[in-house]
């Protein structure tokens, strides 16, 4: 497994050895050893969720205040546009985001750490998104910054509006946010 660290050290993007003939591919999604051998991802996951969304859609920028969760994410189909968001106050890079593609084409994965906010734009005609988390979700500690909050100057690569949940369109600014010491 290759890692990539993102512009913020603590995002990684992780490039799995993929193993391919006439036949398909093959490769290992989830290694706990090697996560942390290579990594150094030593988390313990919970709950897997899996998401479908059509082309446009915009979710996020979610996290939870307590029960803060690390996510592992990955695409199995269609391609999407990746954000994290430091929201640990305490951070050099508190405020600061990092944004990449992940698809099933290039079969790469995120390490998103507790502390982050997270979401992510369907750049193909639909995507199916899988995360693993290493906590529950909780929908009552439930935090969204707002997609578009010029404080952060996320540059998504949008065509048109992006379509959002009406949770989403109603996000805080991060300096209104409720946000990790």
Request: glycine share 6%; with cysteine.
């Amino acid at each position: 497994m290759k890692v990539i660290r993102s512009t913020i050290p603590d995002v990684l993007i992780l490039e799995p050895k993929v193993y391919g003939d006439e036949r398909g591919f093959f490769f290992e999604s989830y290694n706990e050893k090697v996560l942390a051998e290579v990594a150094g991802i030593t988390a313990h996951f919970v709950q897997d969720n899996h998401s479908r969304s059509a082309k446009n859609v915009l979710r996020g920028l979610h996290y939870q205040i307590k029960q803060p969760q690390g996510k592992l994410v990955r695409v199995i189909a269609g391609e999407v546009f990746d954000v994290a968001v430091d929201v640990r106050k305490s951070s050099p890079t508190f405020g600061k985001w990092a944004g990449f593609n992940l698809s099933a084409e290039n079969k790469r994965m995120a390490w998103i750490p507790p502390g982050f906010a997270h979401g992510f734009l369907v750049l193909s005609d639909y995507a199916e998104f899988l995360y693993k988390t290493t906590d529950y979700w909780a929908p009552e500690h439930e935090r969204c910054i707002v997609w578009n909050d010029p404080d952060l100057g996320i540059q998504w690569p949008l065509e048109n509006s992006p379509v959002l949940s009406a949770k989403d369109s109603l996000g805080s600014r991060l300096p209104d946010a409720e946000v990790f010491a």
